[in-house]
């Protein structure tokens, strides 16, 4: 009998054997395709590689105001999705030398949970004293009737020999944003209908604004308050309150993502599932049935890599009997392009709609000297704290490196570091970091490179 029986290759998986095996586990993992899942293989490096060639157009297109002369003649999709393919099999291969150098088993097929200790693959029935169930997510059935024809899919954009010619982008999330960035750079006519009034629901309003802009910015027609009803004759119905448009374009982007919860047995045994159909869990990332622990996209929630690292770990480790706990806090979230955002915690307003007293500094990359010399001015760090305690409740950034820099915020939030104390510190000069900081004494009232307020 095994220690853990993991089910599902991708980031989650993967990190919730390694980490059960150190604890001195016996551990097999379970993958029915291929090891590193929709990360690896369609999803978070796929998506930067076309993300990394996009910004260097961009950079090369630029290069005149740094004395450079480069002309950039042409994309060649073929040799982008080479490279993309050549780095996933590069990463995947590491996986799998790495699950085997911790000595874990790993049986190709798909699984199916047979018991709270049971799993069987073909033939093969697996017995454990625990199972971590970390089958992911997967591109949701498109339901806009009449779309068919039209559809481009996330993988079949990452994956493409030419770049459309008109796209309509209806996702208000960060894949959303990302593909709507990455396709008006590379000389898409994009068209961005989303059915709220901005961008990044879930994110604070002056992010998702600045993000607008940068769209805008390079072309993007943003469309709030739209819904895609129906594709008629090839042409796309959007409705909003008032009205009735209709947009042609070559490809309707399809990029809604469903948790892959049922299907494998869990159905049978009673496990519960939350609201948005992915499988419900505790601080522990227990399921309702013992002995059960599920991570990652298969949750729900946050569809996010590091989250379902995060996530494992904690449920590697409740499995092995040391207790843990996932700080669903913590949780930071990214966009990338040449313009990122990088955030954790909460928005201003969700803070006051909490009720907190709050309290919010923010400052510009156009004042800093890095972002001056490097031509990269479009961004600002926002911070939004307890105007009582200084707790730092959530940062948010724009800008060039915000993927990177939202770290330092994660780092001070787990450290449960007060505004005060950040405030005091200081970075290397010149570097973007300089701005958090900056943020962070301007929510004091003490920012030295901001006009005096009041
Ligand atoms: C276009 C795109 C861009 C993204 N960009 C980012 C990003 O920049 N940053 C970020 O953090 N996240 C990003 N994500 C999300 C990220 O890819 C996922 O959050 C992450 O892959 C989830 O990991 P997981 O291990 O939970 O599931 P997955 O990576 O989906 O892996 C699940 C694995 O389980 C296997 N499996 C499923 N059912 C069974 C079964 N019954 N038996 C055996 N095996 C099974 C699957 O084959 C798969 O390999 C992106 C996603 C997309 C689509």
Redesign the pocket.
């Known amino acids: 009998m095994y220690d853990v029986i993991v ?8 990190a919730a054997a390694i980490r059960a095996a150190q604890l001195k586990g016996s551990v097999v993992l ?15 490096i ?3 590689i076309w993300l990394r060639t996009a910004s260097l157009m961009e950079q090369a297109r630029k290069a005149g105001d740094f004395g450079l002369k480069l002309d950039v003649q042409g994309l060649d999709c073929a040799a982008v999705v080479a490279r993309k393919e050549g780095v996933s099999n590069e990463i995947a291969m590491g996986m799998t030398a790495l699950l085997a150098n911790n000595g874990i088993e790993v049986v190709m ?4 949970v047979e018991s709270g200790h049971t799993v069987r ?1 073909g033939d093969k029935v697996l017995e454990g004293k625990n199972i971590i169930i ?6 949701a059935p498109c339901t806009i009737p009449g779309a068919e024809g039209l559809v481009l899919t ?1 993988d079949e954009l ?1 994956g493409m020999s030419d770049v459309p010619g008109s796209v309509l982008v209806t996702d208000p999330g ?2 959303g944003v ?2 709507a960035m990455l396709l008006a750079i590379l000389g898409c006519k994009v068209t961005y209908a989303v059915p709220g009034p901005r961008i990044l629901p879930d994110e604070d309003q002056d992010s998702a604004q600045r993000l607008a802009s940068a769209l805008r910015e390079r072309g993007v027609k943003i469309m709030p308050r739209c819904t895609l009803e129906r594709v008629e004759n090839g042409a796309c119905l959007l409705k909003s309150k008032k009205k009735e448009e209709s947009v042609t374009v070559d490809k309707v982007l399809w ?1 809604l ?1 469903a948790p ?1 919860a049922t ?2 047995g869990l159905e049978a045994l009673g496990v519960a599932l939350g609201e948005d159909g992915g499988i419900s869990v505790d601080e522990h990332c227990a399921t309702s049935v013992a002995g059960i622990y599920a ?4 949750t729900g929630g946050w ?6 690292s995060a996530m ?1 770990i904690c449920a590697a480790e409740n499995a092995m009997g040391k207790p843990s706990v996932f700080n669903q806090s913590l949780v930071s979230r ?1 966009i ?1 392009g040449i313009v990122q955002m990088g955030s954790v915690g909460l928005s201003e307003e969700q803070a006051e709609r909490q009720g907190r007293e709050v309290e919010v500094g923010s400052f510009p990359y156009a004042i800093n000297g890095y972002a001056m010399l490097r031509g990269e001015v479009d961004g600002a760090v926002k911070v939004v704290a307890d105007a009582g305690t200084g707790e730092i409740l959530g940062v948010h950034i724009v800008g060039s490196q915000a993927s990177e820099l939202i770290g330092e915020a994660v780092l001070a939030m787990q450290l449960e570091c007060t505004v005060h104390e950040f405030a005091k510190g200081f970075r290397v000069h010149p570097a973007f970091c300089e701005t958090v900081v900056d943020a962070f004494r301007d929510t004091e009232g003490w920012a030295l490179y901001l006009p005096r307020r009041g």
């Open positions: 089910l599902g290759g991708g980031p989650g998986g993967y379970v993958e029915e395709a291929a090891m590193g899942g929709t990360c690896v293989l369609r999803g978070c796929p998506s930067k097929g798909r699984g199916t693959v970390a089958t992911g997510s997967t591109l996330t990452l960060p894949i990302e593909c990029s993502r892959v299907g494998f991570i990652g996209d298969c569809m996010l890599s590091h989250v379902a494992a990214a990338w």
